[in-house]
């Protein structure tokens, strides 16, 4: 789905990552890589496989758009239990599949716990904030001073209903200032927003990316809106 | 107040009383001083009014002895009630109490509820099944009254709302109590599957009613119980200030680890062994269907809802089955939710 903001245009992807065209990059935030394996190192028998499926989804990404640049918005790794070698290879066997791709990691609150990554990793260090273009790249939307913000952090889901079903899914969540794009890790999970004003939240149907905002406001609010002078 | 320890109470009742409100425990009045942390910390009350302590995680399903007493009395009163409601009235029904006199002083406080029953469908009676349908602003409702209790009735609700879906993907909200279950879904019932006994066959059972709750979202519910027991749940003890935050997770999100990397797991299959023993009552469902078999259907399409049916749609707690695939469900609901459902 193509979204249309006063600083450009982005492309929201059903894979739950975001496609910024002028600059041919992809946006993907939240991908606790390790996570299964740090639970386990805990004590919680959690089965294997989430970090792998979480990288082959995004090789899968990369070859269908091909992008010059990938920008990790924060949390890729789960914490520093995660920063196990096990995890480290696979990232590094990923990240040697595409060796002509950019990749940057900007400092999310898990990054800060997992410690720096080691140089084989191919992960550029982007600090906490980075300008693409128009856009500000963050973890998470924060302060108001910046420009239209990017960012991940709080894994957004969404409540839609309609009549006698109700659903609850991961979602992007676009503000004011801000669009905030849902976790791409396999074991993530969610917090709740409820778009409010002017928000609107988008939700992935597998194939395509639709607008919920209508059905996330729940049947009251949107006979109330219905009334509402326009 | 001194330290001493009491006993238990339920959270649910402990947490709608507020400080200084009393309630009689271990045989004495107490006052409630404060509730933290799963303690409540109490005086003795000068007041003599009390609530009582109520215990409602402990709800046992209606008994099949029950039962048959409920449809006795309804029998005794459904010969005044059908002839009440066939004979021309002159005047308002509850002037007449036409079926004061009979029966306990309960029955009788219930009897302008019961004719209003009889007036708007039918009594339900043992040797026919009573089906009410309906139609509202939330949908299309099925109002089912098989009197088998709770536990049973969410079996033969997914049971029904499976067998109903397996033809036509569709989802269904569900809602259940002792007298009957209500199936709430978004196209018009046909009465056929109904009436032809089809639905409602105790043939293939077993593998209709653990694909049923495959569909529905009982065993997700109770894998919170299971990962909480095995220790996969994290949670934070009574007095405990802050608990483990970096191994927090839902059960939910669990349970779906689970099922997609390791779907042979045991602790899946405990989920899905207690919800078939626990919640659904799967002995009670067969011997209900059994009874039900050849059992005539009376499919009364009402206008309002009737005495049984109401406090069925008024449920909050309710269940979903679905058989719709996420991304045509996903389109169906914004399409309804842009329609102004």
């Known amino acids: 789905m193509r979204l249309a903001l006063a600083s450009g245009e982005l492309e929201l992807l059903p894979e739950h990552a975001v496609l910024e065209p002028a600059t041919r990059s992809l946006l993907v935030a939240d991908l606790h890589l390790g996570k299964g394996l740090s639970f386990r190192a805990q004590g919680l028998n959690v089965p294997a496989g989430s970090t792998a499926l979480t990288l082959e989804r995004l090789a899968r990404l990369l070859d269908q758009h091909q992008p010059a640049a990938l920008f990790i918005l924060g949390d890729l790794l789960h914490d520093a239990r995660a920063r196990h070698p096990a995890v480290l290879e696979r990232l590094s066997a990923w990240r040697h599949a595409y060796p002509d791709l950019e990749v940057s990691l900007l400092t999310g609150n898990h990054d800060r716990k997992a410690g720096v990554l080691p140089e084989s990793c191919g992960v550029r260090a982007a600090g906490t904030e980075l300008s693409l273009g128009a856009w500000t790249l963050r973890h998470d939307d924060g302060d108001e001073a910046y420009g239209f913000t990017i960012a991940g952090h709080v894994h957004p889901t969404v409540r839609i209903a309609a009549g006698v079903d109700a659903l609850v899914r991961p979602c992007f969540w676009l503000r004011e200032r801000s669009l905030v794009i849902p976790a791409f890790g396999a074991m993530t999970g969610g917090w709740r927003v409820r778009p409010t004003g002017a928000e609107r939240v988008f939700i992935s149907t597998g194939r395509a990316v639709v607008d919920a905002t209508q059905a996330a406001l729940g049947p009251l609010a949107r006979r109330a809106s219905a009334h509402r002078p326009s | 107040m001194n330290g001493s320890r009491l006993g238990s109470v339920e959270e ?66 459904s010969g005044v009630s059908a002839a009440a409601s066939s004979a021309p009235r002159p005047g308002p029904v509850n002037s007449e109490r036409p079926l004061a006199g009979r029966g306990s002083p309960e029955l009788h406080a219930i009897a302008p509820l019961i004719e209003l029953q009889a007036r708007r469908s039918r009594l339900p009676v043992r040797a026919r099944l009573l089906i009410e349908q309906m139609t509202s602003r939330e949908g299309h409702h099925v109002f089912v009254y098989p009197f088998a209790g709770r536990a049973a009735h969410l079996g033969l609700a997914s049971l029904l709302a499976f067998r109903l879906a397996r033809g036509k993907p569709a989802t269904y909200s569900i809602a259940v109590n002792d007298y009957g279950f209500e199936l709430l879904g978004a196209e018009p019932f046909d009465p056929a599957p109904f009436t032809s006994g089809e639905l409602l066959s105790p043939n293939d059972l077993e593998p209709d009613l653990m694909a049923a709750i ?37 059960a939910g999100l669990f349970h779906d680890v689970f099922a997609r990397h390791d779907p042979d797991n045991r602790l899946l299959a405990q989920a899905r062994a207690e919800v078939l023993e626990r919640e659904l009552d799967a002995p009670r469902i067969r011997a209900c269907l059994e009874a039900l078999s050849g059992q005539p259907v009376d499919f009364v399409p009402i206008e309002r809802p009737t005495p049984f049916a109401f406090p069925l749609m008024v449920e909050r707690l309710r269940e979903r089955l679905s058989t719709e695939a996420l991304g045509e469900r996903i389109a169906r609901m914004l399409a309804q939710a842009e329609r102004g459902a």
Request: proline share 3%; net charge positive; glycine share 6%.
């Open chain 2, 12 to 77: 649910s009742f402990i947490g709608r009383l507020k400080p200084g409100d009393s309630f009689v425990f271990a045989g004495r009045v107490w006052e409630l001083v404060r509730f933290r942390d799963m303690e409540a910390w109490v005086r003795r009350a000068k007041s003599e009014r009390a609530a009582v302590s109520r215990w409602a995680g402990s709800r046992m399903p209606l008994s099949s002895e029950l039962a048959q007493s409920m449809f006795e009395q309804l029998e005794r009163l």
């Open chain 2, 214 to 250: 495959n569909a529905a979202e009982l065993i997700k519910r109770r894998f919170r119980e299971t990962a909480r027991i095995a220790g996969l749940l994290v949670q934070g003890r009574p007095g405990e200030r802050r608990s483990a935050r970096a191994l927090q997770a839902s």
